[in-house]
């Protein structure tokens, strides 16, 4: 019948769609744990947050403090071990960046004052680009970093 020739096009599809998220994250050896965003005192923001940096906080994790200004990120590269959990925390020191890690889920919006955090599972080693997808000025488009999962 009709009804059931809809029930298996509707199971194909979800099918499909936890097909793409799964490999969009583990596929490529990166997964997304947990995204949330924090918001913090801008007044304080150099005090809270600090120098730009990747901490070592346990075994396997590491902490990634990232700051987005016009029209680089810090630090440059970010450099993290594989087989390892990284929680980044990204901010940005003038107007709203964007941090968008290339052929990856990581994608969120820096926002001065406000404290983006994400943990991703690394697997494997490589190297990705760091994109910025909001227009932030004349250099937008040559904003970028590098990702190096060593
Ligand atoms: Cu930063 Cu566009």
């Known amino acids: ?66 700051i987005a200004q016009t029209f680089t990120y810090r630090p440059d590269p970010i450099e993290v071990p594989a087989d390892s959990e990284v929680t980044f925390y990204v901010t940005s020191r003038d107007v709203i960046h964007s941090f968008s890690v290339v052929g990856t889920n990581v994608n969120t919006m820096v926002i001065p004052g406000e404290v983006s955090s994400m943990t991703v599972e690394f697997d494997d080693p490589g190297e990705y680009g760091i994109v910025c997808n909001e227009y932030c000025g004349d250099f937008h488009h040559t904003m970028e970093g590098q990702l190096h999962v060593v």
Do not use: Q
């Open 1 to 66: 019948s009709y009804e059931k020739l809809w029930l298996i096009a509707a199971l194909l599809l979800i099918v499909g769609f936890i097909a793409t998220i799964t490999y969009g994250s583990v596929g490529l050896g990166i997964a997304m744990i947990d995204d949330s965003e924090d918001t913090v005192n801008p007044g304080s923001l150099d005090e809270d947050f600090g120098e730009p940096r990747v901490e070592h906080v346990g075994e396997n994790e590491y902490e990634a403090y990232v």
